[in-house]
T-cell receptor
Framework: GNSVTQMEGPVTLSEEAFLTINCTYTATGYPSLFWYVQYPGEGLQLLLKATKADDKGSNKGFEATYRKETTSFHLEKGSVQVSDSAVYFCALSSSNTGKLIFGQGTTLQVKP | DAGVIQSPRHEVTEMGQEVTLRCKPISGHNSLFWYRQTMMRGLELLIYFNNNVPIDDSGMPEDRFSAKMPNASFSTLKIQPSEPRDSAVYFC????????????FGPGTRLTVL
């Protein structure tokens, strides 16, 4: 079945450091891939998405590329800020069901 | 657009009481999802609807939980009777079912059962 695996957290970085959060998936067919972010006390917000292989999603300085050959969708940001501290969820969606399959979430803490 | 609306935002109740959580999806969306989030179990999909019809309720923990969607603009999640282990944040999300399937989440209802 479909599944998503994220690197375990917490990830602790200093401000302006480079961020990578790994995400790999297992899926049948051609899923869409997503990164959601959850700030403390809030619901999940869509951060970026990619709907087909080699697509790059980007938003707010974050990027992720849909790699079919390695079944990965790693999240990157060149220079993190304290305000990026949150929980990040990788997810996939199969178009025939509409369900999102989430990874377990990775907590990012950015220190000044 | 108002986004997904959930009410109440916070609910504190005593064990054995009935709890009803409400959700208004984004207008035009035809899929609705109920999730539960806890520290121990993370984010769990409880049930989802397409065009007001329940499609998959395999995540509903037990018979004490029920969900309805009487029309395209309203859904409820009911717990009767509630138990302390039901304490969690409950999220509602909606999407337009299609190739992208982007889900938009509400702010959540924080439920505490004493």
């Amino acid at each position: 079945g479909n599944s998503v695996t994220q690197m375990e957290g917490p990830v602790t970085l200093s401000e302006e450091a480079f961020l990578t959060i790994n995400c790999t998936y297992t899926a049948t067919g051609y899923p869409s891939l997503f990164w959601y972010v959850q700030y403390p006390g809030e619901g999940l917000q869509l951060l970026l998405k990619a709907t087909k292989a080699d697509d790059k999603g980007s938003n707010k300085g974050f990027e992720a590329t849909y790699r079919k050959e390695t079944t990965s969708f790693h999240l990157e940001k060149g220079s993190v800020q304290v305000s990026d501290s949150a929980v990040y969820f990788c997810a996939l969606s199969s178009s025939n069901t509409g369900k999102l399959i989430f990874g377990q979430g990775t907590t990012l803490q950015v220190k000044p | 657009d108002a986004g997904v609306i959930q009410s109440p935002r916070h609910e504190v109740t005593e064990m054995g009481q009935e709890v009803t959580l409400r959700c208004k999806p984004i207008s035009g969306h035809n899929s609705l999802f109920w999730y539960r989030q806890t520290m121990m179990r993370g984010l769990e999909l409880l049930i989802y609807f397409n065009n007001n019809v329940p499609i998959d309720d395999s995540g509903m923990p037990e018979d004490r939980f029920s969900a309805k969607m009487p029309n395209a603009s309203f859904s409820t999640l009911k717990i009767q009777p509630s138990e302390p282990r039901d304490s969690a944040v409950y999220f509602c999300a909606s999407s337009f079912r299609g190739p992208e399937n982007t889900q938009y989440f509400g702010p959540g209802t924080r439920l505490t059962v004493l």
